[in-house]
T-cell receptor
Framework: NAGVMQNPRHLVRRRGQEARLRCSPM?????VYWYRQLPEEGLKFMVY????????ESGMPKERFSAEFPKEGPSILRIQQVVRGDSAAYFC??????????????FGEGSRLTVL | DAKTTQPPSMDCAEGRAANLPCNHS???????VYWYRQIHSQGPQYIIH???NNETNEMASLIITEDRKSSTLILPHATLRDTAVYYC????FGSGNTGKLIFGQGTTLQVKP
C-alpha cells in the first residue's frame, strides 16, 4: 500500500506565478489535511478536506490560497500570484477515519516551494 | 495554539533510553496525547498515542501521569536515526472535532555516539 504521495517534490516559481501542489492520499483514505512549514519554523495547519468538501479552512490565508479534493483525483493546493513569503515546505496528510476519530494521520514527504 | 510545553532540546547517548517530557496541564477529558516526530525536514511520522493508560508499541512507550497533566515518551534504546524533532500534541476526539493536529515547537532530540 503506497503512502501519501505528493508532487512535485520541489517547485520553483517566480513572483506572480501560480503554484499547484498535488496530494494523493493513501488508498481508502478520504480525509486530507494540508500543513505549511516555513523555514526554521513549526508545522502550521492550513485546511482539512473530505471528498468534494472543505471542512475546516481556518488556517488558510484569506487571499491567493485555495484547496480542493475532488471526487476523483488528488487533492490540490493552489497558490496564486506567489510571493517570496510563500517559500515553504507544504505537507499533506491523509486519514481513513471520520471527524472526531482517534486515528493517526499519515504524512507525505512534502512539496518544497521556492519563490524567486 | 499548541496546548503542550516541551523542552526545546535534549541530548541522549546512543543505546540509552531517551525520555522526552511533555506538559499538558490544561488537557480536557476528550483529548488524547499524541506523539509525532520529524526527521530532518521529512514528513512527520506518527509514533504513539494514549488517553490515560500507559501505551507501548514497537517504536516507543508512552507514560501518562494519573492526573493526565503530563506525559513522557520513552525510546528504550535510542539510535542515531532517532535524531529528530519530537512533537507532543493533544487532540480532541468525538463529534464536532475535525481531527486536525496542532503542532508546537517540539523537542529536538540529538542522539550522540
Amino acid at each position: 500500500n503506497a503512502g501519501v504521495m505528493q508532487n512535485p517534490r520541489h517547485l520553483v516559481r517566480r513572483r506572480g506565478q501560480e503554484a499547484r501542489l498535488r496530494c494523493s492520499p493513501m488508498k481508502g483514505h478520504s480525509h486530507v489535511y494540508w500543513y505549511r512549514q516555513l523555514p526554521e519554523e513549526g508545522l502550521k495547519f492550513m485546511v482539512y478536506l473530505q471528498k468534494e468538501n472543505i471542512i475546516d479552512e481556518s488556517g488558510m490565508p484569506k487571499e491567493r490560497f485555495s484547496a480542493e479534493f475532488p471526487k476523483e483525483g488528488p487533492s490540490i493546493l493552489r497558490i496564486q500570484q506567489v510571493v517570496r513569503g510563500d517559500s515553504a515546505a507544504y505537507f499533506c496528510a491523509s486519514s481513513p477515519y471520520g471527524q472526531g476519530s482517534t486515528g493517526e494521520l499519515f504524512f507525505g514527504e512534502g512539496s518544497r516551494l521556492t519563490v524567486l | 495554539d499548541a496546548k503542550t510545553t516541551q523542552p526545546p532540546s535534549m541530548d541522549c547517548a546512543e543505546g540509552r533510553a531517551a525520555n522526552l517530557p511533555c506538559n499538558h496541564s490544561t488537557i480536557s477529558g476528550n483529548e488524547y496525547v499524541y506523539w509525532y516526530r520529524q526527521i530532518h525536514s521529512q514528513g512527520p511520522q506518527y509514533i504513539i498515542h494514549g488517553l490515560k493508560n500507559n501505551e507501548t508499541n514497537e517504536m516507543a512507550s508512552l507514560i501518562i501521569t494519573e492526573d493526565r497533566k503530563s506525559s513522557t515518551l520513552i525510546l528504550p534504546h535510542a539510535t542515531l536515526r532517532d535524531t529528530a524533532v519530537y512533537y507532543c500534541i493533544v487532540r480532541p476526539f468525538g463529534s464536532g472535532n475535525t481531527g486536525k493536529l496542532i503542532f508546537g515547537q517540539g523537542t529536538t532530540l540529538q542522539v550522540k555516539p
